[in-house]
T-cell receptor, first 113, second 113 residues
Framework: AQSVTQPDIHITVSEGASLELRCNYS??????LFWYVQSPGQGLQLLLK??????LVQGIKGFEAEFKRSQSSFNLRKPSVHWSDAAEYFC???????????FGTGTSLTVIP | DTGVSQNPRHKITKRGQNVTFRCDPI?????LYWYRQTLGQGPEFLTY????????KSRLLSDRFSAERPKGSFSTLEIQRTEQGDSAMYLC???????????FGPGTRLTVL
């Protein structure tokens, strides 16, 4: 069965601290992995994606993620969090062409000054 | 690039009424997706179009739901005889022919009273 697990429902970090959001997936084919961010009442914005090649991918807003096939994980990281990063973060897995994405339940990030 | 647009942004309706939402994808994208997102959850796949052909439907898409993409451009999602359980954010996404990178619209928030 295809699924994505984000074990942390809510994370609070101080501004300037580092951040890691966890994502584990189960997918029957070669996974294509994505991280999206959603601000309240808004749609989803793509942060980064992994299709193949280098397992460490860079995205927008200073985010990066590392694909670890052996652990079925695709964790999102940022070395120094800004107050504007407070939002909901979703990990998703899909196929290369067509078809649907499977999303995790999201991790809500609070940034304290 | 004007992005994916959705109308209306908000819809409040009474139980039993019909509602229709519209999605305008990015112009050169041939794939279009509908998702539903309830509070505290990630988006759940509803249906997918490639050009004008509806290629996949989730079991979440009951008989009261119908989606069309008549000319392979914009799409509509209609819900007949709305129920309170239909209250959710309805998200539309589109992707280009070459990849499965999905670009999301801002969503339509439906409230059924």
């Amino acid at each position: 069965a295809q699924s994505v697990t984000q074990p942390d429902i809510h994370i609070t970090v101080s501004e300037g601290a580092s951040l890691e959001l966890r994502c584990n997936y189960s997918y029957g084919a070669t996974p294509y992995l994505f991280w999206y961010v959603q601000s309240p009442g808004q749609g989803l914005q793509l942060l980064l994606k992994y299709f193949s090649g280098d397992t460490l991918v860079q995205g927008i807003k200073g985010f990066e993620a590392e694909f670890k096939r052996s652990q079925s994980s695709f964790n999102l990281r940022k070395p120094s969090v800004h107050w504007s990063d407070a939002a909901e973060y979703f990990c998703a897995v899909g196929a290369l062409a067509g078809n649907q994405f499977y999303f995790g339940t999201g991790t809500s990030l609070t940034v304290i000054p | 690039d004007t992005g994916v647009s959705q109308n209306p942004r908000h819809k409040i309706t009474k139980r039993g009424q019909n509602v229709t939402f519209r999605c305008d994808p990015i112009s050169e994208h041939n794939r279009l997706y509908w998702y539903r997102q309830t509070l505290g959850q990630g988006p759940e796949f509803l249906t997918y179009f490639q050009n004008e052909a509806q290629l996949e439907k989730s079991r979440l898409l009951s008989d009261r739901f119908s989606a069309e993409r008549p000319k392979g451009s914009f799409s509509t999602l209609e819900i007949q005889r709305t129920e309170q359980g239909d209250s959710a954010m309805y998200l539309c996404a589109s992707s280009p022919r070459e990849t499965n990178e999905q670009f999301f619209g801002p969503g339509t928030r439906l409230t059924v009273l």
